[in-house]
């Protein structure tokens, strides 16, 4: 299925022939020398592969379970170091936005404006990130059939901007566990939008813990390596250098040992669906 291929930066496309998309960083901005250095190494540690890296990190995770968890830096000071993390490092950004009044700001500086899961019926977010002719990832909701995304998409397709991702990341099944149907990504893809994987989203179980989610980063491996067979656009993937003691996500959250092992696997992975698409259309 052909997907529309359309341009994020002047340097980055997503589509079906375009080099797979490697959204990858930690869940929430640190301290701003931490956020630079840590975009560095992950960029360092991608240079042998042909995949295109985004940098992701939220300046304010507004649905934590518990309120006394903490929340990231705040917008101004958020904003701040990834327009750092932009200049000095040279990669594309991307953060989540929660708030209709915050898009026209978040625009100046990041390259792809994120929905939220829990956000993505909201009408007017929606229209406001779309309004800002910036790429829009909207992350499926837990509790959403592949099949309504479309309604979603639609909201952001009426402003005038069809630059719009899809990012699949589980629904959930009983109280907390959350379950990859991987028939959902040729769903979605099958509607035209490139389709992005979030494998670490998908192992978490949603207020598992005391006042908080937790999940288990060894599964991630897995679910990334069949969602990539099934064919994809991209991989969604938070990755820290001490994952346990990351102020938010942290059972879920990559190292970067396991970072690296995954890169080989779904890179061999990725050549091989390439391969067998290409006889598929001979």
């Given at each position: 299925m052909m997907v529309s291929t359309f341009e994020i930066t002047s340097n980055l496309k997503v589509g079906t022939e375009e080099p797979l998309l490697l959204i990858a960083g930690p869940c929430v901005i640190e301290e701003r020398d931490f956020t630079i250095k840590w975009a560095e190494k992950l960029k360092e540690v991608l240079k042998p592969y042909p995949f295109q890296f985004v940098f992701k990190a939220s300046y304010d995770k507004a649905n934590r379970t518990s309120g006394l968890?903490?929340?990231?830096?705040?917008?101004e000071q958020g904003l701040s170091i990834l327009s750092e993390v932009k200049s000095k490092v040279g990669v594309p950004v991307l953060t989540d936005v929660h708030e209709s009044t915050e898009c026209a700001l978040v625009a100046e500086v990041v390259d792809i404006l994120q929905i939220?899961?829990?956000l993505c019926r909201q009408t007017t977010l929606l229209q406001s990130a779309g309004k800002t002719n910036k790429t829009v990832n909207i992350k499926?909701?837990?509790?959403?059939h592949p099949d309504d995304i479309k309604y979603a998409a639609e909201k952001v397709k009426q402003t005038g901007n069809p630059k719009i991702l899809i990012t699949?990341?589980?629904?959930?099944?009983?109280y907390r566990d959350l379950v990859v149907d991987m028939r959902s990504l040729s769903r979605i893809r099958q509607q035209g939008f490139p389709v992005i994987f979030d494998g670490t989203h998908s192992v978490q179980q949603l207020g598992g813990?005391?006042?908080k989610s937790i999940g288990n980063r060894f599964e991630v491996l897995g679910l990334v390596r069949?969602?990539?067979?099934?064919g994809i656009d991209g991989v969604f993937l938070e990755v820290h250098p001490n994952p346990d003691f990351a102020p938010s996500d942290g059972p879920n959250?990559?190292?970067?040992e396991l970072f690296r092992t995954l890169?080989?696997?779904?890179?061999?992975?990725?050549?091989t669906v390439k391969e067998l698409r290409l006889k598929t259309d001979e």
């Amino acid at each position: 299925m052909m997907v529309s291929t359309f341009e994020i930066t002047s340097n980055l496309k997503v589509g079906t022939e375009e080099p797979l998309l490697l959204i990858a960083g930690p869940c929430v901005i640190e301290e701003r020398d931490f956020t630079i250095k840590w975009a560095e190494k992950l960029k360092e540690v991608l240079k042998p592969y042909p995949f295109q890296f985004v940098f992701k990190a939220s300046y304010d995770k507004a649905n934590r379970t518990s309120g006394l968890s903490p929340r990231g830096p705040g917008l101004e000071q958020g904003l701040s170091i990834l327009s750092e993390v932009k200049s000095k490092v040279g990669v594309p950004v991307l953060t989540d936005v929660h708030e209709s009044t915050e898009c026209a700001l978040v625009a100046e500086v990041v390259d792809i404006l994120q929905i939220p899961a829990f956000l993505c019926r909201q009408t007017t977010l929606l229209q406001s990130a779309g309004k800002t002719n910036k790429t829009v990832n909207i992350k499926k909701g837990q509790f959403l059939h592949p099949d309504d995304i479309k309604y979603a998409a639609e909201k952001v397709k009426q402003t005038g901007n069809p630059k719009i991702l899809i990012t699949e990341r589980g629904t959930c099944f009983g109280y907390r566990d959350l379950v990859v149907d991987m028939r959902s990504l040729s769903r979605i893809r099958q509607q035209g939008f490139p389709v992005i994987f979030d494998g670490t989203h998908s192992v978490q179980q949603l207020g598992g813990g005391v006042g908080k989610s937790i999940g288990n980063r060894f599964e991630v491996l897995g679910l990334v390596r069949a969602a990539v067979a099934v064919g994809i656009d991209g991989v969604f993937l938070e990755v820290h250098p001490n994952p346990d003691f990351a102020p938010s996500d942290g059972p879920n959250m990559l190292t970067l040992e396991l970072f690296r092992t995954l890169l080989e696997q779904i890179y061999r992975l990725n050549e091989t669906v390439k391969e067998l698409r290409l006889k598929t259309d001979e």
